[in-house]
């Protein structure tokens, strides 16, 4: 069965003035679905992986036909991690993560604030086109890591949280050249819920 696109969980002007409609829509309708159409494309030749899920494609890169590696890898991650991005936003959201997650981030990090600090270096510091993550890793550990293009924390072993898309199509209409503003206006609409949930995958 063909991959799709699925619907968008809000409004494309939901998550403004953070995230401006114009951006939304073309980020989903046309970079996203690029991705599901160029990964079908690619699977279609090997009808089969249809039968293996996109999160074991990508944990097992390494065991595709070399003709299609790349394609997979890219928009394989691309719709992985933009289906993962949608829902780790909401109208509304920001704040703090309470409860398990809250938890946790004191642990490993010393406080949100901290983590906060260390995620944002990772967004601001990954060079070119790429993702921020808060991940489970390979050890049980919450760590903050990023990827480059549609790379997925999959490849090695790690389990997403929460996900930043730091390539320019998802900012440069309203923020242009100024990657740190739009990190800094995302924490008003993350969906901490969502999140929080994501520690029992």
């Known amino acids: 069965m063909n991959y799709t696109l699925a619907p ?4 494309f002007d939901a998550l403004e003035p953070y995230i401006d409609a114009r951006t939304m829509e ?32 990508l944990k097992h890169l390494d065991q595709l036909p070399s ?16 289906s993962l991005f949608w829902s780790m936003m909401k109208k509304g959201g920001g704040g703090k993560p309470k409860g398990a997650l809250a938890d946790q981030i ?9 983590f906060q600090e260390q995620f944002n270096t ?10 921020a993550w808060l991940i489970i890793n390979s050890h049980g550990d ?19 949280i929460l996900a930043l898309d730091v390539w320019e199509h998802a900012y440069y209409l309203k923020y242009q050249n100024k990657r740190v503003d739009y990190i800094t206006a995302w924490w ?6 969502f ?6 995958r």
């Open 26 to 57: 073309i980020h989903y309708t046309k970079h996203h679905q690029a991705y599901v159409d160029n990964l079908c494309k690619a699977l279609d030749q090997f009808p089969e992986l249809y039968k293996k899920s996109l999160e074991h494609i």
């Open 142 to 160: 919450l760590e903050v890591t990023s990827t480059a293009n549609q790379d997925t924390p999959l490849a090695f072993n790690g389990q997403p």
């Open 8 to 11: 968008l969980p809000y409004a």
């Open 122 to 131: 990772a967004a601001k510091s990954r060079f070119g086109s790429g993702w």
């Open 195 to 200: 999140c929080t949930a994501q520690l029992d």
């Open 188 to 193: 008003h609409v993350v969906n901490w819920d």
């Open 106 to 114: 004191a642990k490993q990090f010393g406080s949100f604030e901290a």
């Open 67 to 82: 003709s299609i590696k790349t394609a997979v890898q890219n928009n394989g991650g691309g719709h992985y991690n933009h």
